[in-house]
C-alpha cells in the first residue's frame, strides 16, 4: 500500500482522492510520518525540514481563517477558489510566512519566530486545497546555492549524501526527490529553484516575475524574488502553478496572468523553435563533461520530437549577468534585512554597553545583526551597502541596473526568432559538501545559466535529462539498483507569460527522456 | 550645548569684523501635512487620532517579514490636489524609494519616500516659491522614559506605531523668505489653503502639520547664499518666530566673532529659548537612497489629473456657501455635505434623481447625513480582532472610496423617492427609517418595499381611531394623569399605538388622536 501511495505523483494523487480511491487523510499521514522521520534523523537523514505539521488538518480546503490582510479583492478571491487539490499535502520553504508555524528563513534571527499572518501563494495553494505538510531548510535568507547557508544545518542530497542538494531551495528539491514530500514550495531570486531542482533530478519552475504574489515571503531581492513549484514531473508542476498564480492586491508588483495554465498534454515538438545560446561557457568554468553528454542528448530527443534546434542565437550580454546580479540582489537585500534589528521581533542580543546608564541603541543593533546573520549574509549586506553609497551609487547600480535591460533586450531579440532556449541549468552535477564553501565566487558561477532569466523576469523550467556518470556516486538511497551517477537537469527559459508553451515543451521532452524521478526515494 | 562646534577663520582681508545689522537671513521651509486618508500610505489600516497605542497597525505598518507596500490611491490625489493648489507642475511619472537608516521609529529600516523624481516640481504660493512636493510614510511615535526626553539619556524609549505609515505630504519652499515673522505669516498662508483644499487638519498641535526651517546668514545685497542650518520641528507659529529669530541671532554672534557657520540639523528648544546641535554634516546619513522595488512608478493618467482639477473646481467653503445660497440649506448641514464630499456628491446626485414627490432639499440633507450616512459608518471598514490588525481596506488602489454612501446599495434615486414619500406623509419618519434599514441591506425600491411590507402611512381614519382608544383604555392610569393636566404622561398610550401599527402611523397624528380622545 504504502509504495503504491508513494508511487502517485501529485496530480495522480488528487485524482485518486477525487475518485475515492485514496483517502486524503491517510495521504497526509502517510507522508507526515516520513517527513517527521526524517526531521527526528537530524544530519543522520537529509535535514529537509525545519518543521513538520503534528497533525492532519480538517477537511482540506477549509477555510480555518482569513489571513490575507488588508484588500477586499484578495478576500473574495479566497472565498471562490474551490478543493481541486483534493488534499495533497504541500512542503513550503521556510522563507514563506506560515501563520501555524515557525517561518525563520533558514536564519538564527528568525528562530522560532511565528508570523501571525500566511504568505498569499501559501494561502491560495491551501484554499485550493493543499494543507501545509512542513516547511523546508533553505541557505539563510536564500542566499546561497548548497542550502549549507542555513542556521539549521545543512540538507544532503538524497542521490549521495555526501553531496549538496543545491539552494537554496534544496530542502524543497531534496523532499521531493527523496519522497518526503509529494510536491514542494520553492523561490527563485536567481536561480534557487531551477538549481536545486537540476541537482536533485527534480522539476523546477521560475514563473514570470509578478505571476505569483510575493506578499509573505521574506524578502531576498525585491525585484527578483519569485516563488514556483519543485516537482515529480511536469504536470504537477502545471497543477500547483494553476493554482498559485493571479494578481493580489497585497503585491503591487503582482500581475493577472494573461493565460489560464493548463495541464500539459504536447507529445510532440513539431514547429518548435528552440535556441541555444553561443555564449554557453561560463568564464573561469566549464560545463562538466558529463552534463554536456546529457543536454546534448536531450537536443537531439528534442529534434527527434519534431523542435528545430537552431545554435546560432545570441545573448551577448548574458556573460556579464552574474556581476550585474551580484550588485542588484545585494543592495536589495542589504535594505530588506535592515527590519532585522532586534527591536520588533526576532533575536535580540543582550547590549553589555551603556550610554548615560542606559543600553545603548546601536550597540544592541550592531550585536544583533552580528550574533542573527550568517557569513554570507553579512558578506551580501556589506556589498548591497558599499554599492548604495552615496558616489558609488551610478558605478556600480546604476550600472548593473544598465546591464540588466541589455539582457531583456538580448532575449527579446532572440526570441523573435526562436520559441524557447535551452540550456544546461548548471554547469555540474551535485558537488560535494563544503567543496565551494570557501570560494563564494565558485559557489556564485553554479547560477550562471539561470540568472540571466531572473534578470529579465522571464520564466525558465529545470527538467532531469540524465544522469552524468562523470562522478561516482556515494552513499545512494537505495538507489545502487538504478545504475551510478548523479543528476543533470535541462533549463528551458521562454518569453514573459510564455508559462503553457513551456510546460507543454517540457512535458514532451520529458516523456522522452523518461527519467525515473523515483530513484532516489528513501 | 548652547552653540555648537564652530570653525575660527580671519577675519576678512584688511577688515574688522562686519558691522551688526549688516546681515540678510535667507529662510526656506519644509513642511510635512499629515493627509486627510482614511487610512495609512501603504496599508489598510486607519489612521489613528488617539487610540490606544499599537491598536491600529499591521504586517505591513509593522515592517513584518514579508509584507509589501501598496500605494494609497487617494493620498496620490490628495497630493496632486496640494500641487494643482500650488501651480506646481505635475510628474506623468514619480517614483517611490527607500531612504535608508536605522532607528526604532522605522520598522522596516528605511523609510519610503520620493527622492528625485517628486510627484510635484515647481509653482508658489504667494511671494514664495515651492520647490517641490512629494509624498512619504511618517514615522512611529518614540516616547521616552525618563528625566531627559530625548533618546540620549532616557531610561527606556517605548514605540506607539498607529502613527508609521501615514501619508505624509512634504512641500519643499524655495529660500524665498526673509524675516521670522514673514515666516510665520506665509506658514499661516499654507495652512488656511490645505485646509481650504480639505486635505489635511493641518493642526500643528496635533502633529498633523510640521514645519523645519533652513536658514543662513549672508552679507545685504550679495546673491550668495551663506552656510545654512537646518533647524527641525518648530511645531507652533509662536516657535517658528522665535526657533528662527533664536538661530538668526546665534549665526550672527559667530559671524559678529568672525567665525563660520557650521552645516548641521539644529533643536530648538522653546522652554529654554536655545538651540542645540543634533548633527553636523560629517554624522550626517548615508540614505542610500534607490528605487523602491515593491512599488511600481506612480503613473498619472487623465482620469487622476481630472479627478484632481474637479476637487479644486469647487474648495469646500465655496460648496456649502453655494447650498446655502440656493438650496437654503443650513449653515451646519451645508458644511457637513462639503467638508464630507462624498456626501456632498451623494446628495447632489439625489437631488438631482427627479424623484415624485421631490424630496425638500433641507429633509433630503438631513436623511443624508443623519440617517444614512451613520448608518453605513462601518462600511467596507471592517476591522479583525486578532492583533494582526488586518483591517479590509477601504482606500484600495483603483481608487474606490469607503464609506461612501454611492458604494453602499441605497442608490441617489431610493433616497430621493423615500425622503419625498416621508415628506408627502405617505410613510410615516419611522417607518422610512426601517425601509432605510432595507435599503441598506438589501437594495431595492423603497415604495416596493413600502407596499410589501404593509408600511405605508395610515391616514387619521376610523383603524387608528379605534388603536387609539384601545390604547387609553389598556392604560387608564396614564389616560388619567393626562387628563390631570400631565401632558408627558401620554407618551406610554402613543408607545403603545406605534407599537401596534410598527411605527406606520404618523406620530403627531397619534398625538392629536389621543389628546382628542382624552378631550384634553
Redesign the interface.
Known amino acids: 500500500m504504502s509504495a503504491e501511495v508513494l508511487a502517485l505523483s501529485a496530480a495522480q494523487a488528487s485524482a485518486a482522492i477525487g475518485a475515492g480511491e485514496l483517502d486524503a487523510g491517510e495521504l497526509f499521514s502517510f507522508y507526515r510520518e516520513r517527513a517527521e522521520a526524517d526531521r527526528e534523523a537530524g544530519q543522520e537523514g537529509l535535514n529537509c525540514f525545519t518543521w513538520v505539521a503534528r497533525e492532519a488538518p480538517g477537511k482540506a480546503g477549509t477555510r480555518v481563517r482569513e489571513t490575507v490582510p488588508h484588500w477586499p479583492d484578495t478576500v473574495r478571491m479566497h472565498e471562490s477558489a474551490g478543493s481541486s487539490l483534493a488534499g495533497v499535502p504541500l512542503a513550503v520553504k521556510d522563507l514563506f510566512c506560515t501563520e501555524d508555524a515557525p517561518s525563520q528563513s533558514g536564519s538564527r534571527m528568525l528562530e522560532g519566530y511565528t508570523p501571525p499572518y500566511t504568505a498569499s501563494a501559501v494561502a491560495r495553494l491551501r484554499e485550493a486545497g493543499a494543507p501545509l505538510l512542513a516547511k523546508t531548510n533553505q541557505d539563510e535568507f536564500a542566499m546561497g546555492s548548497s542550502t549549507e547557508n542555513s542556521a539549521f544545518g545543512p540538507t544532503l542530497n538524497p542521490w549521495d549524501r555526501t553531496r549538496v542538494p543545491g539552494g537554496s531551495s534544496g530542502g524543497s528539491a531534496a523532499a521531493v526527490a527523496a519522497g518526503l514530500a509529494p510536491w514542494a514550495l520553492g523561490t527563485d531570486t536567481g536561480g534557487s529553484i531551477r538549481q536545486p531542482a537540476s541537482l536533485c533530478g527534480v522539476v523546477g519552475l521560475k514563473p514570470t516575475y509578478g505571476s505569483v504574489s510575493r506578499y509573505g515571503m521574506i524578502a531576498f531581492a525585491s525585484s527578483l524574488d519569485q516563488a514556483g513549484p519543485l516537482t515529480r514531473d511536469v504536470t504537477d508542476a502545471a497543477l500547483m502553478l494553476a493554482h498559485m498564480i493571479g494578481r493580489d492586491a497585497c503585491d503591487a508588483t503582482s500581475l493577472a496572468h494573461p493565460q489560464q495554465i493548463a495541464l500539459p498534454s504536447a507529445e510532440r515538438l513539431d514547429g518548435v523553435r528552440i535556441g541555444v545560446p553561443a555564449e554557453l561557457e561560463p568564464e573561469g568554468s566549464s560545463i562538466e563533461d558529463g552534463v554536456r553528454r546529457c543536454f546534448h542528448r536531450a537536443l537531439a530527443l528534442a529534434e527527434e520530437l519534431g523542435a528545430q534546434v537552431n545554435t546560432d542565437i545570441s545573448l551577448p550580454h548574458a556573460p556579464y549577468g552574474l556581476s550585474a546580479y551580484y550588485i542588484l540582489a545585494p543592495a536589495e537585500a542589504s535594505s530588506n534585512l535592515a527590519r532585522f534589528d532586534g527591536v520588533r521581533y526576532g533575536l535580540r542580543a543582550a547590549s553589555s554597553s551603556k550610554v548615560e546608564g542606559a543600553t545603548d541603541l546601536l550597540d544592541m543593533y550592531t550585536r544583533t545583526r552580528h550574533d542573527g546573520f550568517g557569513r554570507e549574509v553579512k558578506r551580501r549586506i556589506m556589498l548591497g551597502t558599499y554599492a548604495l553609497s552615496s558616489g558609488y551609487y551610478e558605478a556600480y547600480y546604476g550600472r548593473a541596473q544598465k546591464v540588466r535591460t541589455k539582457i531583456a533586450e538580448d532575449f527579446a531579440t532572440a526570441f523573435a526568432s526562436v520559441d524557447l532556449i535551452a540550456t544546461p541549468t548548471s554547469p555540474g552535477v551535485a558537488f560535494a559538501l563544503g567543496e565551494k564553501t570557501a570560494d563564494p565566487w565558485s559557489m556564485y558561477l553554479s547560477d550562471y545559466f539561470t540568472v540571466p532569466m531572473s534578470l529579465a523576469g522571464i520564466p525558465a523550467i529545470s527538467i532531469p535529462c540524465g544522469l552524468s556518470d562523470e562522478h561516482a556516486r556515494a552513499g545512494a538511497n537505495g538507489a545502487e539498483a538504478n545504475g551510478s551517477g548523479l543528476p543533470v537537469g535541462l533549463q528551458l527559459a521562454g518569453p514573459a507569460f510564455s508559462e503553457n508553451k513551456l510546460l507543454d515543451a517540457a512535458h514532451a521532452l520529458e516523456r522522452a527522456i523518461a527519467f525515473d524521478s523515483t530513484a532516489a526515494h528513501v | 550645548m548652547s552653540e555648537p562646534a564652530t570653525t575660527p577663520t580671519q577675519p576678512p582681508e584688511g577688515g574688522s569684523p562686519k558691522q551688526k545689522d549688516s546681515y540678510e537671513a535667507v529662510i526656506g521651509l519644509e513642511i510635512h501635512v499629515q493627509l486627510a486618508t482614511v487610512t495609512k500610505m501603504f496599508?489598510?489600516c486607519e489612521l489613528s487620532f488617539g487610540e490606544p497605542p499599537n491598536t491600529r497597525t499591521?504586517?505591513?505598518c509593522?515592517?513584518?517579514?514579508?509584507?509589501?507596500?501598496?500605494?494609497n490611491a487617494h493620498a496620490v490625489h490628495l497630493g496632486l490636489v496640494i500641487g494643482l493648489a500650488l501651480g506646481c507642475e505635475l510628474a506623468p511619472r514619480s517614483v517611490f524609494h527607500?531612504k535608508?537608516y536605522?532607528y526604532?521609529d522605522l520598522?522596516?529600516?528605511?523609510q519610503i519616500s520620493q527622492y528625485d523624481e517628486p510627484l510635484c516640481r515647481g509653482g508658489a504660493l504667494g511671494e514664495v516659491r515651492i520647490r517641490r512636493v512629494h509624498l512619504e510614510e511618517d514615522a512611529a511615535k518614540l516616547i521616552h522614559v525618563?528625566s531627559s526626553g530625548r533618546?540620549?539619556?532616557?531610561?527606556?524609549s517605548i514605540?506607539d506605531f498607529n502613527r508609521g505609515g501615514t501619508p505624509l505630504a512634504e512641500i519643499v519652499t524655495e529660500p524665498d523668505l526673509r524675516t521670522p515673522e514673514q515666516a510665520s505669516e506665509w506658514l499661516k498662508l499654507l495652512r488656511t489653503t490645505l485646509r481650504q483644499l480639505g486635505v489635511s487638519d493641518v493642526n500643528m498641535e496635533e502633529g498633523s502639520l510640521r514645519c523645519d526651517a533652513n536658514i543662513s546668514l549672508r552679507p545685504a545685497c550679495s546673491a550668495e547664499l551663506g552656510t545654512k542650518t537646518e533647524l527641525k520641528n518648530v511645531n507652533s507659529f509662536r516657535f517658528i518666530e522665535r526657533g528662527i529669530r533664536a538661530e538668526i541671532a546665534r549665526q550672527e554672534r559667530i559671524l559678529h566673532a568672525g567665525r563660520q557657520v557650521v552645516q548641521e540639523t539644529l533643536h530648538y528648544d522653546p522652554a529654554s529659548d536655545r538651540i542645540t546641535s543634533l548633527r553636523s554634516k560629517e554624522e550626517a546619513h548615508?540614505y542610500?537612497?534607490?528605487p523602491e522595488?515593491?512599488?511600481?512608478p506612480v503613473a498619472i493618467d487623465q482620469h487622476m489629473l481630472a479627478a484632481a482639477r474637479q476637487a479644486l473646481s469647487e474648495l469646500p467653503s465655496e460648496r456649502a456657501a453655494r447650498f446655502q445660497r440656493q438650496l437654503a440649506l443650513s449653515l451646519e448641514t451645508a458644511q457637513l455635505l462639503s467638508f464630507r464630499s462624498e456626501l456632498g456628491d451623494y446628495f447632489e446626485a439625489a437631488l438631482a434623481a427627479g424623484a415624485d414627490p421631490a424630496p425638500p432639499a433641507q429633509a433630503l440633507a438631513n436623511w443624508v447625513t443623519g440617517e444614512l450616512a451613520p448608518r453605513l459608518g462601518g462600511y467596507?471598514r471592517e476591522h479583525d480582532d486578532?492583533?494582526?490588525?488586518?483591517?479590509?481596506?477601504d482606500e484600495?488602489?483603483d481608487g474606490g472610496v469607503g464609506g461612501d454612501p454611492v458604494n453602499s446599495r441605497v442608490t441617489p434615486a431610493a433616497l430621493a423617492a423615500l425622503v419625498g414619500m416621508t415628506a408627502a406623509k405617505q410613510v410615516s419618519v419611522g417607518a422610512a427609517r426601517q425601509v432605510l434599514d432595507r435599503l441598506i441591506a438589501e437594495g431595492g425600491d423603497p415604495r416596493a418595499i413600502v407596499e410589501a411590507e404593509g408600511l405605508a402611512a395610515m391616514d387619521g381614519g376610523d383603524e387608528l381611531a379605534a388603536i387609539v382608544a384601545a390604547a387609553i383604555a389598556a392604560n387608564a392610569d396614564a389616560a388619567q394623569r393626562v387628563r390631570e393636566g400631565n401632558a408627558k404622561a401620554v407618551g406610554p398610550i402613543v408607545g403603545q399605538v406605534m407599537r401596534q401599527t410598527r411605527g406606520r402611523a404618523d406620530g403627531t397624528e397619534v398625538a392629536r388622536l389621543v389628546n382628542e380622545q382624552l378631550g384634553v
Open positions: 496599508c489598510g499591521c504586517p505591513v509593522l515592517g513584518l517579514p514579508g509584507s509589501l507596500p501598496v500605494a527607500r535608508n536605522f526604532p520598522p522596516k529600516g528605511y525618563g533618546i540620549h539619556g532616557s531610561d527606556a514605540v548615508d542610500r537612497y534607490f522595488p515593491d512599488l511600481l467596507g486578532r492583533g494582526g490588525g488586518s483591517a479590509v481596506a484600495p488602489v
